[in-house]
């Protein structure tokens, strides 16, 4: 199994750990699965339809810490409609890759950061 740099990167220095004090949105998703239990929270800060800010917290293997680490980063400064719009081939590709056995974690990371900024938006 190869890994990218990029994901070897956001693995071992996770960026945004941790949760926004009284955030605009929260999502809380699971797998459960190829004998993975990954737990994945995202929390947002929007203001003007435009993420401010992002973070999570997981109990999760090195896959699902490095998506999230990435979609976190990506989202800051987007709009909610973009960060509705992300798909797991948009994760995987802002982690150059990662191999088909850690492919629950960019599904995990996009539905995560989906979920949020749906509540964000009100649907």
Known sequence: ?????????????????????????????????????????IT?????????????KARACSGTIAAASAVTE?????SLAEAIKLTPDDVDRLLDGVPEKKRHSVELAAEAIRNAAREAKGE
Not at 8 to 34: K, L, T, Y
Not at 47 to 54: G, L, Q, S, V, Y
Not at 74 to 78: H, I, Q, S, T, V
């Open 1 to 41: 199994m190869t890994y990218s740099a990029t994901y070897m990167d956001h693995f071992q220095s996770p960026r945004n750990i941790g949760e926004i004090e009284n955030p605009s949105a929260r999502a809380d998703v699971e797998h459960q699965g190829e004998g993975c239990f990954d737990r994945l929270r």
């Open 44 to 56: 947002l800060a929007v203001a003007d339809d435009r993420i401010t800010d992002a973070k999570f």
């Open 74 to 78: 990506w989202a800051k400064g987007k």
